[in-house]
């Protein structure tokens, strides 16, 4: 075993063993907030992943877009809307639980099979480039222009819609009692006649 | 012992099914959010192994990604105004609090 296969495989062991249990703790952990630093730690191992793969421009856009924006947008609405609170009990939860147990961990089971039995057409030798930006750079920039450009005006769309969607539109104001109804006054329709 | 697509993929495979645990039961609205965007990971992960492994010349996964990594973002943003928009307005982040299209 060369060295560098080694060194490979220690650290895909030690990414695995750190991305499963923190996804674990995303999902289990009673505190949102702690699940929510945890996803920061599962975004940074898939990053670290990304990078074994030899996926250099994809792993830094990763630590960039999901630990640098996503995942601090997450602890921001943690703190707007944490409140804490007994959630009431459901009818049936236990059952619930576990049929979301069977549920998931026989699709566990069904992926790894089909994985295990698929002869996959590997490519005889992986040809890393000495790095793939300049590829992807070209694709952008040729075959796929138009979702690169849709991309952007997605992105803009997404942003007006958050701020219009999370923006309060009326304060009410506190020092008279309103019993008007606080709302945006709509403009009457005019009904068709039939 | 080399490091093989099946690794991947059987990590993939993982963190989708944690991501659709998280999902289906829990109740902090959050929480699902947060359980998508480990799911959305999963498949990012995907497309990286079969890209190196199977596309190491031309590698179009590594492009599928980079958009799949921009609509989650999008998706973020939008899903926790709406998130916080329902906070707003039912003064909960319940799962089993939102029965508005209940009938």
Same mark, same amino acid.
């Given at each position: 075993m060369k060295l560098s296969q080694g060194v490979e495989l220690v650290s895909l062991l030690v990414l695995t063993a750190m991305v499963v249990a923190a996804a674990m703790g995303v999902v289990l952990s009673p505190s949102i907030v702690y699940a929510a630093f945890l996803l920061g730690l599962v975004f940074l191992g898939i990053a670290g992943m990304y990078l074994l793969l030899n996926a250099d421009f994809v792993a830094a856009a990763q630590v960039l877009?999901? =630990?640098?924006a996503v995942n601090v947008l997450i602890l921001f609405a943690i703190m707007l809307v944490n409140r804490r609170k007994v959630y009431r009990e459901v009818k049936l939860g236990a059952v619930r639980q576990l049929v979301a147990i069977a549920v998931c961990v026989s699709l566990f089971a069904l992926l790894l099979y089909t994985n295990l039995n698929t002869v996959w057409l590997l !490519? &005889? /030798?992986? !040809?890393? %480039? &000495?790095?793939g930006i300049v590829t992807l750079g070209q694709h952008f920039f040729n075959e796929y222009l138009l979702p690169f450009e849709l991309a952007s005006v997605l992105l803009l769309v997404a942003l007006i819609g958050a701020i219009i969607l999370a923006r309060r539109e009326f304060v009410p104001d506190r020092g008279e009692e309103n019993l008007? %109804? =606080? /709302?945006?006054p709509k403009e009457l329709v005019a009904v068709k006649e039939e | 012992m080399q490091v093989s697509l099946d690794a991947f993929l059987v990590i993939g495979a993982a963190l989708f099914c944690i991501g659709i645990y998280g999902l289906v039961t829990s109740r902090n609205a959050v929480r699902v959010l947060m359980s998508i965007e480990l799911m959305l990971n999963a498949v990012n992960l995907n497309f990286l192994a079969f890209s190196n492994y199977l596309d190491s010349a031309t590698i179009k996964g590594q492009v599928f990604s980079v958009f799949v990594i921009t609509v989650a973002a999008a998706e973020a943003a939008v899903g926790l105004a709406i998130v916080l928009s329902i906070y707003r307005s039912r003064d909960t982040v319940d799962m089993e609090e939102f029965n508005l299209l209940r009938w």
């Open positions: 877009i999901y =630990v640098g !490519t &005889p /030798e992986v !040809t890393a %480039l &000495p790095s008007e %109804l =606080v /709302e945006r | -």
